[in-house]
């Protein structure tokens, strides 16, 4: 219902985009490569199991799975939405599921696909991103009330039949999906995590302080956003434990307005209803290119 929308997303001058789709493992690895050309100490294999800040004026002790123990100026927890670094400084914080899920799938990129495209079903929606001259990535939107469990060995099937409605290019990629591994599905979740994201000397950023459902995708540029402004702020700070508050504050406003904001894509995407879908299709026509404008207007402001 409605015809084609042709959007342009705003990037910051002649060189930086908006928006660059990648395959996580590819950003792991640039991340990876800069670590280690730094010679920062990496630990595999173990988690923290206990953390010991009683003390807000000397360094935190942090004490490892393999028994061995860190004397650390700061404790940062980056480890995602089920962050055990959050669990030890306030408690057990589940996530807050969305109604949505998510399915994702890789591909050889046609040439004739050159630029994102987004398509609107009815209570679903699906996208085609292309994340190198030789690859782009689908992914998809269903409503899923009750949140599901889909059996890994039905993945393929289950994507086929959820978006078998969606005709033009996603049709001939859909048609490749016929293994289980070519899919990859997961439930929709949200941390709305309170001020203040720090104890003392212990700190939380990225999914473990503001996960947000993926329909802008905002989640990694937060994380990275977090880390580099976290970094400056701790260069040459003299309280460690107030420069992780005034980071919390800071990061707060920004990141509850990406959640915001990618929950309403998500809401509008999952519309089922025909007057409410022409009704949703009718502003897109109307407003879509200055929401975009409005949202990365916003989001190119200084953090």
């Not at 302080?209 to 976290?230: C, T």
Request: include cysteine; aromatic fraction near 6%.
């Amino acid at each position: 219902i409605g015809g084609p929308i042709l959007t342009v997303y705003p990037g910051i001058g002649d060189d930086i985009p908006a928006i660059v789709g990648m395959r996580r493992v590819e950003l792991h690895r640039a991340l990876a490569a800069s670590l280690d050309k730094l010679n920062v100490d990496i630990r595999l294999g173990v988690t923290v199991t206990a953390i010991d800040d009683s003390q807000p004026a000397v360094p935190v002790t942090v004490t490892l799975s393999d028994g061995s123990n860190l004397t650390c100026d700061a404790v940062i927890g980056a480890d995602g939405i089920r962050s055990q670094i959050r669990a030890q400084l306030f408690g057990a914080i589940e996530p807050t599921y969305t109604g949505f899920g998510v399915w994702r799938s890789t591909h050889a990129k046609p040439a004739s696909i050159d630029t994102k495209i987004m398509m609107m079903g009815v209570g679903t929606r699906l996208g085609i991103m292309p994340i190198s001259r030789d690859e782009l990535y689908m992914f998809g939107t269903t409503r899923e009330p009750g949140k599901p469990h889909y059996p890994r060995d039905q993945w393929a099937s289950v994507m086929k039949a959820k978006f078998a409605d969606f005709k033009g290019p996603a049709a001939p990629l859909l048609a490749e999906i016929v293994r289980p591994e070519q899919v990859y599905y997961t439930s929709v979740e949200e941390v709305h995590l309170p001020l203040p994201w720090s104890r003392g000397r212990v700190g939380l950023i990225g999914d473990a302080a503001h996960s947000s459902s993926p329909f802008m995708g905002q989640g990694g540029a937060m994380a990275l956003e977090d880390a580099v402004l976290l970094a400056e702020m701790l260069d040459g700070a003299d309280d460690v434990a107030a420069t992780l508050t005034a980071f919390g504050t800071r990061r707060f406003g920004r990141c509850k307005f990406v959640q915001d904001a990618s929950r309403q894509v998500g809401q509008a995407g999952a519309t089922e209803d025909k007057d409410a879908i022409l009704m949703r299709n009718s502003r897109m026509q109307s407003n879509a290119q200055s929401d975009l404008d409005s949202f990365y207007a916003h989001m190119a402001q200084p953090v």
